[in-house]
């Protein structure tokens, strides 16, 4: 038992669902006849699918009638811009109309990176210049979503620091300035995590959603070497939808989260 919450808290699913699990197993009947490693792995599929399922969210990729300004945010090199192609390619696809707005001004490279991923997949950017204000990238892309009945803006952040008090003004002045034109936005505000990011990810969220509450999470990176324990120990921690997994550097390697698929694809993994 001890070997088996060693284990669990060593791919980072925390210790306090560590010592659940744990407890779980030690308190059930394990048939001698049956494989011990399988009845432990049908255990832990269990305790994840019952922890993780309420917090599916596949309804956020669906069509929707109603504007939804999306306000993307996380640290830097998380993930961000890249996921807002793939969150695009898929809302696309389910009939959405969507607008990219480029407010991560901080570089020249930051813009162009997002319109590539606007050309890719085919869908309309608002932008501006490096170093101008980004609140007043995302107040136009707002405002042209409404004039012309977008059901998306999907706003794109520089990477800031949680630590950094200025940067994280910024960002709230982002979600503020589209209040100016709809008092409920940002419908959503995606936080994007690095899976490779380790604990760390417990600290970011922590701290992001003290300055703009967060509606969802999407965790990155997933594909390399990084288990994705870190998702079960946010689950139990702060129990906050979690909306889909990325799985690569392509358009298309975004996977909708699924409990059930994260359960099976952390215990063969693991
Ligand atoms: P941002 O600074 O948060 O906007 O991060 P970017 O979107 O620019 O991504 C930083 C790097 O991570 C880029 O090289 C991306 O291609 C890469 N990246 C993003 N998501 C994934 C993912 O799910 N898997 C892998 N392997 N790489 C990713
Ligand atoms: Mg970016």
Redesign the pocket.
Known sequence: LDKIEEFLIQSDVGIEAASEIKEIISTKKVDPSKDLAAEINLILKEYIISLMKPLENSSFFKKKEKLNATLIS?V????????IGKIGKILKTNGNKIIFSAS?TFRAA?IE?LENWAKKINVEIVKSTQGSDPASVAYKAVEDAIKRNFTHVLI?TA?RLQNKKNLMEEYKKIANVTKKIDPNAPHEVLL?LDATSGQNVLNQVEEFNKIIPITGLIM?????TAKGGILIALAKKYKLPIIAL????KED?LQIFEAEKFANSFISIN
């Open positions: 996380g830097n090199g998380v993930g961000k811009t890249t996921s991560d930051a990176q794109d990477g994007i990155t990176k997933l594909d390399g990325g799985l690569g550097e390697d």
